[in-house]
């Protein structure tokens, strides 16, 4: 009887060895199977999957960009900031408004013919006066460029000044209108920012956002 005892209690034992050591997995299924190593290995495409933890997530939604779409006219400004007011988190948008300055000239002309033109330049330079020939636009030329500004008021002085070196002819022609337009900035946009930024992109009048200029 107890020869019989020490042999069943041998074969539990060494079925229990058998069992950690994973001998019979093939044969029986086991509760646990599904957390094993094993079980990730047997998924469609498992080498694609990135395990993300806590602080690789936060850094993620920590990165922002900065988005603007734009120009916009003042007309297209009412829609644009109705859009942005109904479509985006409060605070986490603005609206610019840029001025691109204009440019005017100090110029001598329409002349009737190039030869005009040539008596005229040939009198600025024993006068010392410095110029060049007017290219474009086409219903100025032929003609003379003295000088280009910025502001008219900086203009309209140098044809003063040309004035008193007895200079004729001289005037203010504008060659750019100043123009002003407008642009909705997202100067934080993350990731959940840059998503509703794109599903606006159809609203946005043809001028979805991009990066911002530096």
């Known amino acids: 009887m107890l020869r019989l005892l020490a042999i069943l209690l041998l074969l539990a034992n060494a079925l229990i060895f058998g069992w950690t050591e994973g001998w019979f997995t093939g044969l029986v299924a086991s509760g646990d199977s599904d957390r094993e190593p094993r079980r990730l290995s047997a998924q469609v495409n498992a080498n694609t999957i990135t395990v993300v933890n806590a602080v690789t997530l936060a850094r993620m939604q920590s990165q922002t960009v ?3 779409a734009g120009p916009y006219s003042p007309a297209e400004l009412v829609q644009i900031d109705s859009l942005a007011r109904s479509a985006l ?5 603005s609206l610019l408004t840029r001025e691109r300055p204009g440019s005017w000239m100090v110029y001598i002309g329409k002349f009737p013919a190039r030869d005009a033109m040539q008596r005229r330049a040939d009198e600025l330079k024993r006068l ?3 110029f060049e020939e007017l290219r474009t636009p086409a219903d100025l030329v032929p003609g003379l460029v003295l000088a280009r500004y910025g502001r008219v008021d900086e203009a309209q002085e140098a044809v003063r000044r040309l004035a008193e070196r007895k200079v004729r002819g001289a005037r203010v022609v504008q060659l750019n209108a100043p ?3 407008h642009h909705l ?9 840059q998503a509703s930024a ?3 992109r159809d609203q946005l009048l043809g001028k ?4 911002c200029d530096k």
């Open 198 to 200: 794109q599903a606006l």
């Open 128 to 130: 010392n006066v410095a």
């Open 66 to 68: 900065c988005l603007e």
């Open 185 to 193: 900035r997202l100067p934080k946009a993350d990731a959940m920012l």
């Open 89 to 93: 988190p409060e605070g986490s948008w």
């Open 208 to 211: 979805p956002f991009v990066a």
């Open 179 to 181: 123009v002003i337009s």
